[in-house]
């Protein structure tokens, strides 16, 4: 299996693509997982089109997957020194299909990485939400609701810390239950089971997988 990754810190961050190796390497072992990334910080869907890299190796072709990741706020701007969400319409959705319709003519299938709220701002993830469900739909991509298995976490277990100090980007724990999603979308199967890569206690390593599993066969089954 052959997997790109468009995106920027949120996926380099804790290596998730290294991570979904580990996972892939004990609970697929009869798959060769080889991954490539096009990923820099603070970068735009729109920002990496106009840049021309990710295309470039989209056409290449060989890819299975390609796993694109929008800035956490949707592309939005600053007003006043202050990051503000931006509605999907505005830059979201239309490089989204572009990237989108760049992956299937090459032969492979959009994976759409949803992103979570900044945790001063949690009502946010409904933005996130619906958006990322709605282009996944519309492009008849794979959809790795991350930010819902966050979500999730959150409110069952608001002392797991998912976040670093800045209180955006994922911390250990945070890309580990990315991982998981993104393990479950990917193989429509449970990633219960997964080797411990950071330091997690035992137990919320578990949990962790069982959220991750949870979330991401309902993805699947939600899926065009």
Known sequence: MRVLFIGNSYTYQNDLPGML????RTLAPGTRLETGAVVVGGATLESHWKEG????????????????QEQ???G??????????NAPEATFFPHARLF??????????????MTWS????LEAQQVLTSAYARISREQRGLLASVGEAWLRVRRERPGLELYAEDGHHPGPAGTYLAACVLFTSL???????????????E?????????????GLEGRVQAP
Do not use: H, N
């Not at 190796?21 to 892939?24: I, L, N, R």
């Not at 939005?76 to 969400?85: C, E, F, H, L, Q």
């Not at 193989?187 to 206690?201: I, Y």
């Open 21 to 24: 190796g580990g996972f892939v």
């Open 53 to 68: 890299e990710a295309r470039a190796l989209i056409q290449k072709g060989a890819w299975d997957y390609v796993v694109l």
């Open 72 to 74: 956490s706020l949707l």
């Open 76 to 85: 939005g701007p600053s007003i006043d020194g202050v990051a503000i969400m």
């Open 100 to 113: 989108a319709q760049e992956v299937v003519a090459a032969g492979a299938r959009p994976v759409f990485y």
């Open 118 to 121: 900044r945790k001063a701002d």
């Open 187 to 201: 193989f429509d199967r449970p990633c219960v089971g997964a080797p411990r890569m950071v330091e997690l206690p």
């Open 203 to 215: 137990d919320t390593a578990r949990y962790l997988q069982q959220v991750g599993s949870e979330v």
